[in-house]
Structure formats: structure tokens, C-alpha cells
């Protein structure tokens, strides 16, 4: 029985997060908490990352909250996709100047009362909705807490780590729960999935994860209803084989270095690969259409191991 999305794993899972980020936070010193990064000097310090993941998280569990009174609530700032990027510096901005162990303490809570609130949950109060921006259609309560476990557990595990010289959060994961956390992720490309830059485009992109908690995954493009799974399906339009959970777990926090994982055989491709090459647009947050189509009209098949540069998901991912 897969138990993924059911509200006492996922009270569980948000339980295990939190102390995860306890343990980081507990040996946490002033000097780390502005230090840059090791990726792209773009990229937010574990400060602006804690303010960020305290900012979005919890307008989205204040959305659940408002789900569950029957109440319709509105991420303030966010009228369109295209605002995301304001959106989150306006958040990371709003809790800057709280002291490190005050805005610390602040993810934590929030984690624990998610945690609580999907435990108490009541038949039929998974399946009620909240509406966000980005994504192409409400969100069930339960992929809204899936949701928060993939952000905090996953996506920013290593922008947290490494300015206190700490391996990614990730690697603390049970195989088991990286198992969940993947299912979780496709879930959010079956949701960011970009009907109006896919237009008429079906096809089916396949995760196959080898090693401990790996197994297979699928993402069902569509212009009407994307959707997304564990299990195998015929005929794929693309399959992406990784050697193990961690090549996945280094691809969403853009630690991936995609010409060394090619030739290495840690990540091995087979089908369209122009489908591979239009995933960052396909999943992006933010690609205006026009711009997206101009570019798919002007560039040519080409092996991936050509292009230089890592592995991208920030652009894809909140």
C-alpha cells in the first residue's frame, strides 16, 4: 500500500524534517549564517535560505489552514506566475532582520504545527484544495504538505548545509523516505508542468532510480490534466535512469554536474531528448511562452553531454 500522501506519513515525515533542521540549527554559528554558498553566487546564504523557506512555507500552510475553515485565502503579491521571483524576495526581506536563533525557531514551529495539523486530519479534509499562482490547478491539502517536506527536506537541504561545512541535509534521509520524497517531486512537476508553453504536447517522462528507495516514477504531460505516478508505463517519451537516489538528490539542489553524470553512466538518457532539453522550460515557474517558443524554434537536437553547464532546477522549483 503506498502511503505517501496519507496525512500520518506525511505528519511523520514533516516530524522528521523539523528535527533535521534542529540538529543543523543547533550547531549553527553567527559566522555561517551570511556566508555565500558554494553554487552559484546567485544563490541565497543559509540566512536569506532560513528567511525563504520560513516566508513561503508558511504562506502555504496559512492556505491550508484557510482551506480547512472554508475559507479562500490570497498569497499577497503573487496575482501571476510572473510575480514569483518578487514574490519570494518580498518574503525573505520581511524576516531578515529577525535575530538567527528567533527566525531559526520560527521554521521550526512552523514545521511542527504542519506536522500536527496533517496528523488531526479528518476524512475528506486531505482531498480540499487551496489555489497558487504557479501551479496549473488547485492543490489537494495533502500535496500541500507534500509539498512543504520536498522544499525544506529536499530542494534547499544542501543551500543550508554547506555555509556551516555540513554535508546536505538529504543525506540524512532514510532511503525510505527519499523513496516518498521523489514520488513527492514528480507530484510538483505534474502540478508546475507549463500546459500554455506545452500546448498540444503528450507524452510521458520517466524517472527510473536505481539502489536503496529507488524505483520507477512517471510524469503524464498533457494539455488537459498532467499527472503523475510510481509504477511503469509503456512506451515512454523519455526515460531518465539514475544510478542512485542521491544522483536525484544532487539534481534537484543543482549539484549535478550533467556532463560528468553522463559519462560517468550515474545518469543515463533514452528517447526524445529534445524533451530533455525543453524539461527547464516545460517545469518553470516563470518562462513567458513567446520567449520559450522562440527558443524551441531556434535550437537543434544535440547530445546534453555537450553543454557545459550543471544541471539547472532553481528556475523550476520554488
Not at 496575482?79 to 531578515?96: C, E, S
Not at 496549473?136 to 548545509?161: K, M, W, Y
Not at 520517466?206 to 503523475?228: C, I, K, M, N
Amino acid at each position: 500500500m503506498n502511503t505517501t500522501f496519507d496525512p500520518h506519513t506525511l505528519a511523520d515525515d514533516l516530524g522528521e524534517v523539523a528535527r533535521i533542521y534542529t540538529r543543523l540549527y543547533a550547531t549553527l554559528g553567527e559566522a555561517s549564517w551570511d556566508k555565500p554558498v558554494k553554487g552559484s553566487p546567485k544563490e541565497w546564504n543559509l540566512h536569506e535560505t532560513t528567511a525563504h523557506l520560513v516566508a513561503l512555507n508558511g504562506a502555504g500552510l496559512e492556505s491550508i489552514k484557510h482551506a480547512l475553515r472554508g475559507e479562500p485565502y490570497t498569497f499577497a503579491g503573487l496575482d501571476n506566475r510572473y510575480q514569483f521571483n518578487a514574490f519570494n524576495r518580498m518574503g525573505i526581506d520581511k524576516y531578515l532582520n529577525l535575530p538567527m536563533e528567533e527566525l531559526c525557531a520560527k521554521l521550526l514551529d512552523l514545521l511542527d504545527e504542519a506536522s500536527g495539523i496533517a496528523r488531526n486530519l479528518q476524512p475528506g479534509q486531505a482531498e480540499l484544495t487551496a489555489q497558487m499562482a504557479i501551479y496549473n490547478r488547485p492543490v489537494r491539502i495533502d500535496e500541500a504538505f507534500s509539498i512543504i517536506i520536498f522544499h525544506a527536506g529536499l530542494v534547499h537541504s544542501t543551500q543550508v548545509a554547506e555555509p556551516a561545512g555540513l554535508p546536505p541535509l538529504w543525506e540524512q534521509l532514510s532511503p525510505e523516505f527519499r523513496h516518498r520524497v521523489i514520488e513527492r517531486a514528480m507530484r510538483a512537476f505534474s502540478l508546475l508542468y507549463r500546459r500554455d508553453i506545452g500546448g498540444s504536447l503528450r507524452d510521458t517522462l520517466v524517472f527510473r532510480v536505481d539502489g536503496p528507495g529507488g524505483g520507477e516514477w512517471y510524469v503524464e504531460l498533457s494539455a488537459e490534466a498532467p499527472t503523475s505516478g510510481e509504477g511503469v508505463v509503456e512506451h515512454p517519451g523519455l526515460v531518465i535512469h539514475l544510478r542512485e537516489t542521491a544522483v536525484f538528490c544532487r539534481m534537484i539542489t543543482s549539484r549535478l554536474n550533467l556532463p560528468i553524470a553522463l559519462v560517468s553512466g550515474a545518469m543515463k538518457l533514452r528517447g526524445d531528448l529534445r524533451l530533455f532539453l525543453r524539461m527547464s522550460t516545460l517545469f518553470s515557474v516563470d518562462a513567458r511562452p513567446q520567449v520559450a517558443a522562440k527558443a524551441q524554434s531556434s535550437s537543434t537536437p544535440q547530445h546534453p553531454a555537450g553543454r557545459p553547464s550543471k544541471w539547472k532546477t532553481k528556475r523550476s522549483l520554488p
